[in-house]
C-alpha cells in the first residue's frame, strides 16, 4: 500500500502554471534517470523506488483525467482521427497495446471516481487500483461506491492484497440481496474480518 505523506511542509511547491508543471516532471525524472545509484546507501535506493512507485499511482491518474477530457471534446478529430486511441498512438510514438491500455485507464477511472482520487494523491498503486475496479465491476451498480470506499480504507489501514480479495469476495456475497444503504450500515462488520497489518504491510508507507 502506497500513502501520501502528510507533512506538507516536506513536500516541494505546488507548480503555479501547467507548462512549468510539466518542465519540473521532466527535469525530477531526468535527474533520476541520470542519477548515479551507486552514490546512493540502500535506504535512499529504497526511499527512490518507493516514489517513483507512488507517482506512477499519480502520472496514470493524471493522464487518464486530461485524456477523459480531450476524448469528450474529441480533441483527437483536430489532427484528423477518428478515435482516441489512434490518436494517441500517432501522436505519443506508442503502440496499439499501450494506446489501448490508455484509453483502458481513461475510461476505468472516470467510472470510479475514489480511486482515481486515491491513485492521485499517491495512496494505491496502479495494480491493486485495477483489482480493486474489476472486483467492484462486479457488483450491483448501487452498491459499487460504498464497496469501493470500504475496500480503499481497509487498504489505507494496511490490508493486503489477500485481504481485500477476501474482503471483496465477503461484499459480494452481501450484496446479493443487500441494498446500498444496508452495505454502508453493515461495513463495519464486514472490515472485522480484515487480518491485522503486517511489517511488510507497513513498509509502502510513506514516512
Not at 489512434?86 to 489501448?100: K, M, V
Request: aromatic share 6%.
Amino acid at each position: 500500500m502506497i500513502r501520501m505523506a502528510r507533512r506538507r511542509s516536506a513536500l516541494a511547491p505546488l507548480p503555479p502554471t501547467r507548462p512549468r508543471a510539466l518542465v519540473i516532471l521532466r527535469g525530477a525524472l531526468g535527474y533520476l534517470a541520470g542519477l548515479d545509484p551507486t552514490t546512493l546507501t540502500t535506504t535512499e535506493r529504497a526511499e527512490c523506488l518507493h516514489e517513483l512507485e507512488r507517482s506512477e499511482a499519480v502520472r496514470v491518474a493524471a493522464r487518464s483525467t486530461i485524456f477523459f477530457a480531450f476524448n469528450a471534446n474529441s480533441g483527437f478529430q483536430d489532427d484528423g482521427h477518428g478515435g482516441p486511441r489512434s490518436w494517441l498512438r500517432w501522436r505519443a510514438g506508442i503502440t496499439a497495446a499501450a494506446a489501448g491500455t490508455a484509453t483502458g485507464w481513461m475510461r476505468r477511472l472516470a467510472a470510479h471516481q475514489d480511486v482515481r482520487e486515491a491513485m492521485a494523491a499517491g495512496e494505491i498503486s496502479p495494480s491493486w487500483a485495477r483489482e480493486l475496479c474489476d472486483w467492484t465491476d462486479q457488483l450491483p451498480q448501487s452498491a459499487r461506491r460504498d464497496a469501493e470506499k470500504i475496500l480503499l480504507a481497509a487498504a489505507a489501514a494496511g490490508a493486503d492484497l489477500a485481504d481485500l480479495a477476501g474482503l471483496a469476495e465477503e461484499i459480494r456475497k452481501r450484496t446479493a440481496g443487500l441494498t446500498a444503504t444496508a452495505l454502508t450500515t453493515d461495513s463495519t462488520s464486514v472490515r472485522s474480518g480484515l487480518t491485522g497489518t503486517t511489517e511488510a504491510q507497513r513498509s509502502w508507507r510513506a514516512t
